[in-house]
């Protein structure tokens, strides 16, 4: 799941460099919801892959939220 990547970005260094295509995928889907910032390959390029430059407040709030442990 995209969110489970985010996390998983939320711990890494950035900016980080993505080859794997499942990755690169979820990427996009966090980029088209305004979670993170990332720089991708032209389509065209032979190469494949994205940089994260960084995670979004939009992105940050989203990981708080997930976070937040249920109430009672």
Known sequence: ???EYLREISRSSLPLTVEEEAKIDKLRVLRAAGLVTVMLSHP???INYARVLSITPKGREVLVTECEPLGP
Do not use: I, V
Request: hydrophobic share 35%; aromatic share 0%; net charge neutral.
């Open 1 to 3: 799941m995209p969110l």
């Open 44 to 46: 065209h390029s032979g």
